[in-house]
């Protein structure tokens, strides 16, 4: 099992930046694909971007590419999403999630659906106000 505990959510306005962070905890190893989510209310969980943790592998929304970035530091076992040029339609709350695909289905961490992750942060929350 791992734990995952994001941080960094907050209050920019249009065309700021934020950059959120998740600690994975416990046994990363088993973890080979992490992601971000969102989910706005009302609205169901986006798949916003995901990466292939053995080999750094990015994949986006189209919504989000050219202006977000994820990215891995192994040493602390953390995931980055860096959002530049936000939109208040990039409002919602933004939660990391976990799961192993192995080498061989490296491909399928591209697939943002969110019932294919087993593992869930308890999110932050993003507001972007006009």
């Known amino acids: 099992q791992v734990q995952l505990v994001e941080s960094g959510g907050g209050s920019v306005q249009a065309g700021g930046s934020l950059r959120l962070s998740c600690a994975v905890s416990?046994?990363?190893?088993?973890?080979?694909?992490l992601g971000w989510f969102r989910q706005a209310p009302g609205k169901e969980r986006e798949g916003v971007a995901t990466?292939?943790?053995?080999?750094?592998?990015?994949y986006y929304a189209g919504s989000v590419a050219g202006r977000f970035t994820i990215s891995q530091d192994k040493a602390k076992n953390t995931v980055y999403l860096q959002m530049n040029i936000l939109k208040p339609e990039d409002t919602a709350m933004y939660y990391c999630?976990?799961?192993?695909?192995?080498?061989?289905?490296?491909?399928?961490?591209?697939?943002?659906?969110?019932?294919?992750?087993?593992?869930w942060g308890q999110g932050t929350q993003v507001t972007v106000s006009s």
């Open positions: 990466i292939y943790t053995d080999y750094a592998n990015e």
């Open positions: 999630a976990a799961r192993r695909v192995t080498y061989s289905g490296r491909s399928s961490c591209s697939e943002r659906n969110a019932v294919l992750f087993a593992d």
């Open positions: 416990g046994d990363a190893r088993s973890r080979d694909c």
